[in-house]
């Protein structure tokens, strides 16, 4: 039985962490194996991933986690690592 993720359950900093990398690694970096499989809460994601990549990471957070992420709010500051992404959703927690 496959268990759907409730948005607004468990919505810690690690485990909206989690959620990011295993998305980042498995719809964003599939064809680069050894990048995926070290991804890190600290790893430099604006080095991984375009422009694209950015726009559906930005849509994948949005639609997971229930939150807006406004166009300022796409910066180098709240885009730079996972870790920095998922403390930025996880102020947007209800």
Do not use: C, H
Request: glycine share 4%; proline share 3%.
């Amino acid at each position: 039985m496959t268990q759907a993720q409730d948005p607004t359950q468990d919505r810690s900093v690690e485990d909206i962490a989690s959620r990011i990398r295993t998305y980042v690694a498995s719809e964003l970096l599939f064809e680069d194996r050894s990048v995926a499989d070290a991804l890190a809460d600290d790893t430099p994601l604006l080095t991984l991933l375009d422009s694209l990549g950015l726009t559906q990471l930005v849509a994948f957070v949005e639609q997971e986690f229930e939150v807006e992420i406004d166009d300022a709010e796409v910066t180098a500051d709240n885009f730079r690592t996972v870790g920095d992404l998922a403390r930025l959703v996880g102020s947007k927690s209800p």
